[in-house]
């Protein structure tokens, strides 16, 4: 017997939850927008920057 024959039925048809909902998207684009700016002198900036705009696709 297989582990997906031992779970009951509700959990096999059961989707994912999403981890992060829209509003968590836009928060988190702002808290990457303030961090930033602390950093917009340092070579890491240009990851932030990116993560910035990436998490403003999602939010569409």
């Not at 297989?2 to 981890?19: H, L």
């Not at 700016?37 to 569409?60: M, N, T």
């Amino acid at each position: 017997m297989t582990d997906e024959e031992d779970r009951p039925m509700n959990q096999m048809t059961m989707r994912p939850r999403a981890a992060f909902s829209t509003e968590d998207f836009s928060l988190i684009r702002t808290a990457v927008l303030h961090y930033l700016k602390e950093v917009q002198d340092k070579p890491e900036s240009v990851k932030y920057a990116a993560l910035y705009h990436r998490l403003g696709r999602i939010e569409g």
